[in-house]
């Protein structure tokens, strides 16, 4: 078996020679086998010395240049203010990862699993920011199925993309042992996109862009605390975000030093979920105290909403709202305050992430990089009449 990879090492590398430099996934053509196969061939021989990959192409190395005036590399390879990679400040992850260009040709492929209001934007960020630096992004949708992820994968490994945005359906947000292992043999470069890496995983040595979901909930209890409610009740749906939502309230209540209610599960699409969580808040308003809500998600907020009103409780006045999403909360009767995740500059920044990483810095360490979501107060929150 050694021998037979070895023997597909040297056809690698005099293709290679003969023809200076090539796409991997005009190599695996040319070779009959698949563009993984070849990427990991790619990987092993460039990690040799024996070959330079960049931005999913494959050439023959070069010998260093030598050095240029005053001791500097050739005029405009990489000096400072030389063009694109010189206009990024030296050292500074941030901005050589926004100046990152694709060349042309460069396909990226993105799994999400829906592509419902929040995943449209987080999408439409990542294909904006992909297109304006001359690449392409191929989408595939895993509709909250993990075996769905797995094909949708396979398919873009398959069509040769050069590296994978995934926001996998993993249940509450977390992924499985066998789910960690899929991810890390991928054999392309990959960005987590939304998902929060586990504590002492193995998927922290990939990069990451998120939404701070844990703020985004912390800031909800922090205006209405600074309202100067005392008691407020968190209702949320079960998804991969609900879990950092109710971190951060608990957090925040118990940083206020107010009291951390029990948080109420509801299902938007459900009526009767709907009813029972509307139900809850409206006995708790009367017979426990509570003032305010945060209310996890827009769909979710409204409906609540309307039956607070039905039961003849007034927003603001009898019960202030929060709500977390904000994709239309501004739509609601009594238009709602609400906390927005940073949905399009998360998948902005997962693409310059992987620019990053495809244009040499596969040696660099992961980053990590966390958004901070938005709070717009609307006519939905006021001070407590009582």
């Not at 075996?147 to 490994?157: K, P, Y």
């Not at 996109?193 to 701070?212: F, H, I, K, Q, T």
Request: glycine letters at 10%.
């Amino acid at each position: 078996m050694r021998s037979h990879v070895n023997q597909r090492h040297e056809r690698v590398l005099e293709i290679v020679r003969r023809r200076g430099s090539l796409r991997v996934t005009e190599l695996a053509e040319e070779l009959a086998v698949s563009a993984v196969t070849v990427r990991r061939d790619v990987e092993t021989l460039a990690g040799q010395g024996r070959l330079t990959r960049l931005h999913g192409s494959v050439s023959w190395p070069r010998p260093a240049p030598g050095p240029g005036p005053a001791g500097r590399g050739p005029a405009g390879a990489g000096s400072p203010g030389s063009g694109p990679a010189g206009s990024a400040r030296k050292g500074d992850p941030a901005a050589e990862a926004a100046s990152a260009a694709a060349p042309a040709g460069t396909v990226l492929g993105m799994v999400v699993p829906s592509m419902e209001h929040y995943f449209a934007e987080l999408v439409r960020g990542a294909q904006d920011a992909i297109t304006a630096r001359g690449g392409r992004l191929v989408l595939g949708i895993a509709h909250w199925r993990s075996e769905e992820d797995t094909a949708q994968i396979g398919r873009m490994l398959d069509a040769g993309v050069d590296g994978l945005l995934l926001q996998p359906s993993w249940e509450r947000g977390v992924p499985s042992p066998e789910q960690e292992e899929q991810v890390l043999a991928l054999g392309v470069p990959a960005v987590l996109v939304d998902r929060r890496v586990p504590l002492g995983g193995r998927l922290a040595e990939l990069d990451s862009a998120r939404s701070d979901h844990v703020l985004g909930g912390a800031a909800a209890v922090h205006h209405l605390a600074g309202l100067g409610h005392r008691r407020m009740s968190l209702l949320a749906q079960d998804n991969p975000t609900s879990p950092q939502v109710r971190e951060g309230y608990q957090a925040a209540v118990t940083a206020r030093g107010l009291p951390a209610l029990t948080p109420v599960s509801v299902d938007p699409e459900d009526p009767r979920s709907l009813d029972a969580a509307a139900r809850l808040l409206y006995r708790a308003v009367l017979d426990d105290g509570v003032t305010a809500a945060i209310v996890h998600n827009d769909q979710t907020a409204i409906g609540v909403a309307q039956r607070l009103r039905e039961r003849g409780l007034s927003i603001p006045d009898d019960v202030s709202l929060v709500a977390y999403e904000d994709e239309m909360a501004a739509l609601a009767d009594v238009p709602l305050t609400a906390v927005a995740p940073p949905r399009q500059a998360v998948g902005e920044t997962a693409v310059e992430l992987m620019l990053a990483r495809l244009g040499g810095r596969s040696a660099a360490p992961s980053r990590h990089v966390s958004l901070v979501p938005r709070l717009t107060v609307r006519a939905s929150c006021a001070p407590p009449s009582r």
